[in-house]
């Protein structure tokens, strides 16, 4: 009985069957015996470190526009179609639709330099348009003068075209002297309001002329000529045109402040 103990315990055992499972990072653990394992889930390799070859830089890139609204029509070439705008639209008109689209499709690249060119398109298109327009208009003008008689340049040689906000600030002055004549015409007549213009224009003259005796002389022929022509032409107009308050002297008055401020704005 002895010896049979100590060949029982001389004796090897059997090695038990381990399975290898890869779960952990960086090794391998060793698992409890197969009988035991069919009770549990067996692992897997399911774990992803960084998305594989295409989560580097352009899975980035193609991720920021995932939810950013495209622009559907960036692709159009004709930029007036992409803008949604009209061929004779004002510019005011274009630099609102433009503003809108860059709002509505921020952050979407390629849209907002499809908005960008075609309003920079429309843009210059009508730059060029107006400076060859202004162009043509100004060599037309250049070529009649040249073609005319020697008379016609001699008495185009007393006149200019001043800067506009000239023209505009004498437009304004002489109007407001227009309708103060209208509206006092009831009291008074015009007497006064036709000595300022002279005076006004005799100023006038004379900041360009550099001499006071000649935009003087110049000043009040421009006066008489108007008053000679207005009386000519006043009593030519219907009657039924004219407000019943509205004398004779009144509407001569008027045409005389047309001449004056034709003569102090654009004579030499």
């Known amino acids: 009985m002895q010896a049979t103990a100590a060949l029982f315990l001389v004796r090897p055992l059997p090695r038990p069957h381990y399975r290898c499972l890869h779960g952990l990072r960086g090794g391998v653990s060793l698992a409890p015996p197969r009988r035991l394992v069919a009770r549990g889930p067996r692992c897997s390799m399911s774990l992803s470190i960084g998305g594989g070859a295409g989560a580097g830089a ?9 939810h950013v609204p495209v622009f559907p029509r960036y692709r159009i ?13 004002a510019e005011e008109e274009i630099r609102s639709a433009r ?5 509505q499709y921020a952050g ?20 060029q348009q107006r400076k060859k327009t202004k162009i043509n208009l100004k060599t037309k003008l ?7 008689p020697s008379w016609v ?14 023209i505009s600030r004498r437009l304004f002055f002489f109007a407001f002297i227009a309708g103060w004549s209208i509206a006092t015409s009831a009291e008074n007549g015009p007497a006064f309001q036709l000595a300022i213009s ?34 000519l032409l ?5 009657t039924f045109i004219i407000p019943p308050s509205w004398s004779l002297e009144l509407l001569t008055s008027l045409v005389a402040y047309v001449f004056l401020f034709l003569g102090c704005t654009f004579l030499k």
């Open 153 to 166: 340049k001699a008495l185009l040689g007393y006149f200019e075209v001043p800067q506009m906000d000239i």
């Open 142 to 148: 250049k070529k009649r003068v040249e073609e005319s």
């Open 58 to 66: 352009g899975g980035d890139r193609g991720f920021s526009y995932e």
């Open 234 to 238: 006043v009593p030519l107009i219907p």
């Open 99 to 103: 503003n809108f689209l860059i709002q």
């Open 198 to 231: 002279l005076f006004s224009c005799i100023y006038f003259l004379n900041d360009k002329m550099k001499n006071l005796m000649r935009a003087s002389t110049t000043g009040f022929g421009v006066l008489v000529g108007g008053w000679i022509i207005g009386s």
């Open 108 to 127: 979407h690249e390629p849209s907002e330099e499809a908005i960008e060119g075609a309003y920079e398109k429309i843009i210059m298109k009508s730059y």
């Open 77 to 89: 070439r004709d930029p007036y179609k992409l803008l949604g705008v009209d061929r004779d639209a």
